[in-house]
């Protein structure tokens, strides 16, 4: 009987784990699985920081992962991007409370980002994704290896030297 209760209470435990999120809290990731239909950015992949505008600016990205894959973090850099340069045109007024990841999966989002600044000047976003699971941090590799064929860019590992040999691939150290 002891057996049975507990059983029902961590069923009951990691079945609020899936409930829905009304409301992500500030400094929080949230991995979503919206489907991007009927989005005026469906089939697209990419970053979104203001509603139906992909960001062309392509980041640098550093990836930590624990020792034993259960959770990890990704560190985004943006420099000037797209809504902060004077030649794009007039930024959009409302604040930017989100990074959005989407791609064919859906969304992935996190709330953790901060403007930089320079001599009263916005001049970069940084971001930072927080993956508490395996499952989390595989969705978002996922998502980066589909941003990485559409950037034209490659993947070199920390340590590594970038790869020899010509293309039009532009190499990104993670």
């Known amino acids: ?36 239909g009927g989005d005026p950015l469906a089939g697209k992949v990419g970053f979104v920081f203001y509603p139906g505008m992909l960001e062309p600016t392509v980041p640098g990205v550093k990836i930590t992962r624990a020792r034993d894959g259960t959770n990890g973090v990704a560190y985004f850099d943006f420099d000037m991007p797209s809504f902060f340069d004077p030649a794009y045109g007039e930024p959009p007024q409302e604040a930017i409370t989100a990074m959005r990841m989407i791609d ?18 916005p001049v970069g976003i940084d971001t930072q994704y927080v993956m508490k699971s395996a499952e989390e941090f595989e969705r978002f590799i996922r998502f980066m290896d589909r941003f990485a064929a559409a950037a034209e860019l ?7 030297p970038p790869p020899a040999g010509g293309g039009k691939a532009k190499s990104q150290a993670v």
């Open 1 to 36: 009987m002891k057996l049975f209760a507990c059983m029902v209470a961590t069923m009951v435990a990691s079945a609020s784990a899936f409930a829905p999120v009304t409301r992500a809290p500030r400094f929080m990731s949230k991995l979503a699985s919206t489907p991007a």
């Open 104 to 121: 064919e999966e859906g969304e992935i989002s996190s709330t953790d980002v901060s403007a930089r600044f320079m001599n009263g000047k």
């Open 154 to 160: 490659g993947f070199t590992e920390a340590g590594q």
